[in-house]
């Protein structure tokens, strides 16, 4: 890989096309004038590579630039896209320290945990503007014949600084945590050996951040996640799926989004959040009886896949005029009826639960971002959730090519 690396040196080196002559134009609509050749040590997937490169200077912006470093994908950092790379999966999957010891041990890139840090967000803050601004269907990926949508949101530990005048569940009332708002369009066209629909391999993409997913009545534009969950179906194509589905976990929040950005879509409780109900229920009802309590929650289970909510609140009614927390209960099945026709939807063929849901909240924001010690910033946060659903989604090489030119070097 040295030996590699010197003979790269040299090449570009002598290659001094990157002269311009002594004037050439500047981005500002100036002219920049020739100062010379000027060095610099690049980290590549070689090792580091010093390179000498012409320098122009515009005396109208006070800017200067350096051709070479744009046509190799440089321009303003000292990592080769290759190693940008590198440094963007390890930023995405694990924390700074250890993706400094992972590249030094596996690539042996002497790259200190800071190093790795700002590189990683400064590429994590790229893709969150890029996801903002370039908005294109992916034509690569075909429209399956159903598509769904998920929507969910889970909280990582925050600095104070990004907590101050914010309430929460402490004990005094204060937060200790930002709510990251998630969605993910997959398809499952895929049959388990029961005839249960499985997610297929690859087609779930995430998109995800700190930000809101209010909308007031009288608001002109929609909020920050109901937009980004317009960009997520954009690209997804969902509109042109001939069956459309969003999963959530019975918020209200989730389907006012879903009527604003899918009308007309099959809306659907997640099976296994209104059987964590019943089972929390059950518990309240009939304490330590463990035989009168799992007979009773067999039987509203049993009503439950039937989609037979009617008699299912029937029997929790029983219950309410002794127990608040039977009457609490009622209302999150009598509202949710038509979202809880489950035998109905198994007819039809459709996912019930969102497995993939709550999985992609303990893939893309758990298991990155609460681990012991961690406390991020919300500028940081959001930077590395745009990573991480990059490369969780396979748009990070898609996101890297569009910043360097298809014949250069990407070492």
């Given at each position: 890989?040295?030996?590699?690396?010197?003979?790269?040196?040299?090449?570009?080196?002598?290659?001094?096309?990157?002269?311009?002559?002594?004037?050439?134009?500047?981005?500002?609509?100036?002219?920049?004038?020739?100062?010379?050749?000027?060095?610099?040590?690049?980290?590549?997937?070689?090792?580091?590579?010093?390179?000498?490169?012409?320098?122009?200077?515009?005396?109208?912006?006070?800017?200067?630039?350096?051709?070479?470093?744009?046509?190799?994908?440089?321009?303003?950092?000292?990592?080769?896209?290759?190693?940008?790379?590198?440094?963007?999966?390890?930023?995405?999957?694990?924390?700074?320290?250890?993706?400094?010891?992972?590249?030094?041990?596996?690539?042996?890139?002497?790259?200190?945990?800071?190093?790795?840090?700002?590189?990683?967000?400064?590429?994590?803050?790229?893709?969150?503007?890029?996801?903002?601004?370039?908005?294109?269907?992916?034509?690569?990926?075909?429209?399956?014949?159903?598509?769904?949508?998920?929507?969910?949101?889970?909280?990582?530990?925050?600095?104070?600084?990004?907590?101050?005048?914010?309430?929460?569940?402490?004990?005094?009332?204060?937060?200790?945590?930002?709510?990251?708002?998630?969605?993910?369009?997959?398809?499952?066209?895929?049959?388990?050996?029961?005839?249960?629909?499985?997610?297929?391999?690859?087609?779930?993409?995430?998109?995800?951040?700190?930000?809101?997913?209010?909308?007031?009545?009288?608001?002109?534009?929609?909020?920050?996640?109901?937009?980004?969950?317009?960009?997520?179906?954009?690209?997804?194509?969902?509109?042109?799926a001939r069956r459309r589905a969003v999963l959530g976990d019975g918020a209200a929040w989730i389907w006012n989004l879903a009527n604003e950005q899918c009308p007309g879509a099959v809306e659907i409780v997640d099976r296994f959040h209104a059987k964590q109900h019943l089972s929390e229920l059950a518990g309240s009802l009939?304490?330590?009886?463990?035989?009168?309590?799992?007979h009773w929650l067999q039987g509203r289970y049993a009503e439950l896949d039937l989609g037979n909510i009617e008699t299912l609140t029937e029997r929790i009614g029983i219950h309410a005029e002794h127990f608040d927390e039977a009457r609490r209960a009622i209302p999150y099945f009598t509202q949710n009826e038509a979202r809880?026709?489950?035998?109905?939807?198994?007819?039809?063929?459709?996912?019930?639960?969102?497995?993939?849901?709550?999985?992609?909240?303990?893939?893309?924001?758990?298991?990155?971002?609460?681990?012991?010690?961690?406390?991020?910033?919300?500028?940081?946060?959001?930077?590395?959730?745009?990573?991480?659903?990059?490369?969780?989604?396979?748009?990070?090489?898609?996101?890297?090519?569009?910043?360097?030119?298809?014949?250069?070097?990407?070492?």
């Open positions: 890989m040295a030996v590699a690396g010197r003979v790269l040196e040299r090449f570009l080196n002598a290659d001094t096309s990157d002269y311009a002559g002594p004037v050439a134009p500047c981005p500002c609509g100036g002219v920049a004038h020739y100062l010379g050749r000027r060095e610099k040590t690049f980290v590549t997937v070689l090792g580091p590579l010093r390179l000498r490169r012409a320098y122009y200077h515009c005396t109208g912006c006070g800017q200067g630039f350096f051709p070479r470093d744009r046509q190799l994908g440089m321009e303003h950092t000292s990592l080769s896209p290759g190693v940008t790379r590198m440094v963007g999966l390890v930023g995405a999957m694990t924390s700074f320290a250890e993706g400094s010891t992972l590249l030094s041990d596996l690539a042996g890139l002497d790259l200190g945990g800071k190093r790795v840090e700002r590189a990683a967000r400064s590429l994590g803050d790229q893709i969150a503007v890029a996801e903002r601004t370039v908005v294109e269907p992916e034509l690569g990926r075909s429209v399956p014949h159903t598509l769904y949508l998920g929507m969910d949101g889970t909280g990582i530990p925050m600095r104070a600084a990004a907590l101050e005048g914010r309430t929460g569940k402490q004990a005094d009332g204060s937060a200790r945590t930002r709510e990251v708002k998630l969605c993910v369009v997959w398809s499952a066209e895929h049959r388990d050996a029961h005839g249960v629909p499985v997610r297929d391999p690859g087609s779930a993409t995430y998109s995800a951040a700190i930000e809101s997913a209010a909308t007031r009545d009288t608001d002109d534009h929609l909020s920050a996640f109901a937009e980004r969950v317009a960009r997520e179906t954009t690209r997804r194509r969902f509109e042109l009939w304490g330590e009886y463990k035989e009168l309590r799992a809880m026709r489950y035998g109905a939807f198994r007819e039809a063929g459709f996912c019930t639960s969102t497995g993939i849901v709550e999985g992609g909240c303990k893939t893309v924001v758990g298991t990155r971002f609460k681990r012991p010690g961690m406390h991020w910033s919300v500028y940081g946060a959001n930077a590395i959730l745009a990573l991480r659903c990059a490369v969780l989604s396979n748009r990070l090489d898609p996101h890297l090519a569009r910043r360097l030119p298809s014949d250069r070097i990407a070492a």
